[in-house]
């Protein structure tokens, strides 16, 4: 009884731990450098006093708060095109593969021009779908450029309970 008790003690002493360990707040970010080049990219980790720690597909880097120029919120424009385009591309090249009728009398075309005029209009609608998203994204951007009061600005209105 006394080991059942000491290994769910753990466990759970475990799980408190990791909460207080990081403070993942699933936010994606670009960062720029002082010179407005982009230097980092990925979902913000962790924000200490001295730097901003993100990750990117399970690799975590660090970016001293002396090195941020600036940083902005969300994924840039080209992201909701591609994925507009990719989207539309494949679901019409599917639909258009499958309504095709090479024996019909007024409109024949084979799978495979059915597949290719599909993607080539859907690829084209979700390019403008895509498009129109942009307008409703609401992305922000923050002037860090080095300084110290304006990070611990930022920092609050991304972990405002911190």
Same mark, same amino acid.
């Given at each position: 009884m006394k080991s059942v008790v000491l290994a /769910?003690?753990?466990i759970l !002493?475990?799980?408190?731990?990791?909460?207080?360990?990081?403070?993942?707040?699933?936010?994606f970010v670009? %960062?720029?450098?002082?010179?407005?080049k982009k230097v980092g990219r990925g979902k913000i980790y962790s924000i200490t006093e001295t730097s901003l720690q993100l990750y990117r597909k399970e690799v975590f880097f660090e970016i001293?708060?002396?090195?941020?120029?600036? /940083?902005?919120?969300?994924? !840039?424009?080209g992201n909701n095109i591609l994925v507009g385009a990719a989207t539309g591309a494949t679901?019409?090249? %599917?639909l258009g593969a499958a309504t095709a009728?090479?024996?019909a009398t007024f409109f024949?075309?084979?799978v495979g021009e059915g597949a290719g005029a599909g993607a080539l209009l859907g690829a084209t609608l979700g390019?403008?779908?895509g498009g129109i998203t942009v307008l409703f994204k609401n992305s922000k951007s923050y002037e860090i450029s080095g300084d110290k009061v304006k990070w611990k600005a930022f920092k609050e209105m991304i972990l405002p309970d911190k």
């Open positions: /769910i003690t753990l !002493s475990t799980g408190i731990y990791a909460q207080n360990e990081f403070e993942n707040t699933n936010v670009r %960062v720029y450098d002082l010179e407005g001293p708060v002396s090195n941020i120029g600036s /940083i902005r919120t969300k994924r !840039s424009a679901s019409m090249a %599917v009728d090479p024996n024949a075309y084979s390019a403008g779908i």
